[in-house]
């Protein structure tokens, strides 16, 4: 076990046991639940949050909680934790390596031999003020209820709100990181919502509260880059206009193409101009992507250090996306705002899926998800989009191989086939999935 004592060149030393046992072994082993990717979940999103060197995520053998793991310990103080997923990454990392607190639902206490009941953390915000910044785009700003400084989060990052009827929500976080005051949002009322964007859009108002998650990021700046290429379509500039903030500090060169049918139709038009300067290019369509920006011309030549950044629409992304296939994987950072019905095109066969902790298998017919049927066995599953955008239903996956539909995973994550959204993704012909549930 790591002693205090190894800590002393850092300010905050994390280590998490990703010991591996033989399958069936009586005590179970951190990693077979999952640890090993939660780790690099933990030191990737340390990154992202620019810890610096003071703060180390390491790997640690065995801590002798098997049966409670995974397990984590942070010295200097020698706090314990158990864990399940990136959502408890997320909360301990903001809470206790950010904000010096403890997270309580998760502690791992001297002689603990069951887990507590681990229900994440929630904010519960003010609506400080309401504004329409295009038609039918309205910019919240949100507050603590007492004033006292929010979670802190990186550019890129979103954090989920909660609607009256229990809908989960995701929103991209748009102002300057270094405000801990406020969480600026840009929502969109979509005319085929089921509820979510138009609850939000409809009922929030100046005063009101509203139930929040803790932010997470899963759309960073990369930490090596020497020029960003940001590419935003329409109410997809949220996430960019945070990257715009963090940027202004930092010494990397930066551009922003923003694409939108006209001037009236542009959401945070004068933030944008206002954050961005000299450094943003407006491209106005007039509803004809044709006339649009020349995403292969932009993306034409593949330059070192140079990483592309694209937020918006289906088509902009998968244009960027096909335009930028001669540049390494590792460059290119994607967030989707919608998404056009390919994944109703693919056949779906019957499969199995094994829940590990409840040690069931329920069989997934052709016309229904995992999710569907996970939910249907009595399981309380949290969900968000519930089309393969947000990683809201994430799930570990222990064995099986996936077919993975979603928009969330890099390729390099969908060949690792570690995780899998419940929502879309199935398994491939002949296959038992393993679930983490
Ligand atoms: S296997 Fe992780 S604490 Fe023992
Ligand atoms: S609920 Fe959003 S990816 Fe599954």
Same mark, same amino acid.
């Given at each position: 076990?790591?002693?205090?004592?190894?800590?002393?060149?850092?300010?905050?030393?994390?280590?998490?046991?990703?010991?591996?046992?033989?399958?069936?072994?009586?005590?179970?082993?951190?990693?077979?639940r999952?640890s090993?990717?939660?780790?690099?979940?933990?030191?990737?999103?340390?990154?992202?949050?620019?810890l610096?060197?003071?703060?180390?995520?390491?790997?640690?053998?065995?801590?002798? @909680?098997?049966e409670? $793991?995974?397990?984590?310990?942070? =010295? +200097?103080? *020698?706090?314990?934790?158990?864990?399940?997923? %990136?959502?408890?990454?997320d909360?301990?990392?903001?809470?206790?390596?950010?904000?010096?607190?403890?997270?309580?639902?998760?502690?791992?206490?001297?002689?603990?031999?069951?887990?507590?009941?681990?229900?994440?953390?929630?904010l519960?915000?003010?609506?400080?003020?309401?504004?329409?910044t295009?038609?039918?785009?309205?910019?919240?700003?949100? @507050?603590?209820?007492? $004033?006292?400084?929010?979670?802190? =989060? +990186?550019? *890129?990052?979103?954090i989920?709100?909660?609607? %009256?009827?229990?809908?989960?929500?995701?929103?991209?976080l748009?102002?300057?990181?270094?405000?801990?005051?406020?969480?600026?949002?840009?929502?969109?009322?979509?005319?085929?919502?089921?509820?979510g964007?138009?609850w939000?859009f409809?009922?929030l108002?100046a005063?009101?509260?509203?139930?929040?998650?803790?932010?997470?990021?899963?759309?960073?700046?990369?930490?090596d880059?020497?020029?960003?290429?940001?590419?935003?379509? *329409?109410?997809?500039?949220?996430?960019?206009?945070?990257?715009?903030?963090?940027?202004?500090?930092?010494?990397?060169?930066?551009?922003?193409h923003?694409c939108t049918?006209?001037?009236?139709?542009?959401?945070?038009l004068e933030?944008?101009?206002?954050?961005?300067?000299?450094?943003?290019t407006?491209?106005?369509?007039?509803?004809?992507?044709?006339?649009?920006?020349?995403v292969q011309?932009?993306?034409?030549?593949?330059?070192?250090?140079?990483?592309?950044?694209?937020? *918006?629409?289906a088509g902009?992304?998968?244009?960027?996306?096909?335009?930028?296939?001669?540049?390494?994987?590792?460059?290119?950072?994607?967030?989707?705002?919608?998404?056009?019905?390919?994944t109703?095109?693919?056949?779906?066969?019957?499969?199995?899926?094994f829940?590990?902790r409840?040690?069931?298998?329920?069989?997934?017919?052709?016309?229904?998800?995992?999710?569907?049927?996970?939910?249907?066995?009595?399981?309380?599953?949290?969900?968000?989009?519930?089309?393969?955008?947000?990683?809201?239903?994430?799930t570990?996956?222990l064995g099986?191989?996936?077919?993975?539909?979603?928009?969330?995973?890099?390729?390099?994550?969908?060949?690792?086939?570690?995780?899998?959204?419940?929502?879309?993704?199935?398994?491939t012909?002949?296959?038992?999935?393993?679930?983490?549930?």
């Open positions: 076990m790591p002693s205090a004592s190894q800590s002393h060149h850092y300010d905050i030393h994390v280590f998490c046991c990703i010991n591996e046992r033989a399958p069936g072994h009586p005590r179970g082993s951190c990693s077979a999952g090993q990717a939660l780790q690099a979940y933990m030191k990737a999103q340390g990154k992202a949050l620019a610096g060197s003071r703060v180390r995520i390491n790997k640690s053998g065995c801590l002798e @909680r098997c409670l $793991g995974p397990a984590m310990v942070i =010295y +200097p103080e *020698g706090v314990w934790y158990t864990y399940n997923s %990136e959502a408890d990454i909360e301990i990392l903001q809470c206790h390596v950010l904000g010096g607190e403890r997270v309580e639902r998760l502690l791992l206490e001297p002689g603990q031999t069951r887990p507590r009941a681990t229900e994440p953390r929630r519960t915000l003010l609506v400080a003020d309401v504004s329409l295009a038609p039918a785009v309205k910019r919240f700003v949100l @507050r603590s209820l007492d $004033g006292s400084d929010l979670p802190a =989060y +990186p550019a *890129g990052a979103h989920d709100l909660f609607t %009256e009827s229990g809908l989960r929500r995701s929103y991209s748009a102002g300057d990181p270094a405000d801990r005051r406020q969480y600026v949002l840009g929502v969109r009322r979509e005319e085929d919502s089921r509820g964007s138009s939000v409809d009922q108002s005063n009101s509260e509203v139930t929040a998650s803790v932010p997470r990021s899963s759309f960073a700046l990369a930490a880059a020497t020029m960003h290429t940001l590419i935003a379509g *329409g109410i997809g500039i949220t996430p960019i206009l945070a990257m715009g903030h963090e940027l202004k500090a930092r010494p990397e060169d930066y551009h922003l923003y049918p006209n001037e009236v139709e542009t959401p945070f933030e944008v101009r206002s954050v961005f300067g000299p450094k943003v407006f491209h106005h369509d007039d509803g004809n992507p044709a006339n649009g920006l020349d011309a932009l993306l034409a030549d593949s330059v070192p250090g140079q990483h592309i950044y694209v937020c *918006g629409p902009l992304v998968e244009s960027a996306r096909l335009h930028s296939s001669h540049w390494s994987e590792e460059t290119f950072h994607s967030e989707l705002f919608a998404l056009e019905p390919v109703d095109e693919l056949p779906n066969e019957a499969f199995d899926v829940l590990s409840q040690k069931i298998t329920l069989s997934v017919p052709p016309e229904r998800s995992i999710l569907e049927v996970v939910r249907d066995a009595g399981l309380d599953v949290e969900t968000s989009c519930e089309d393969g955008l947000c990683s809201c239903c994430r570990r996956l099986g191989e996936a077919d993975h539909r979603d928009h969330v995973l890099s390729s390099a994550e969908k060949l690792a086939n570690e995780s899998i959204m419940i929502c879309v993704s199935r398994a012909d002949g296959e038992t999935l393993i679930l983490d549930l």
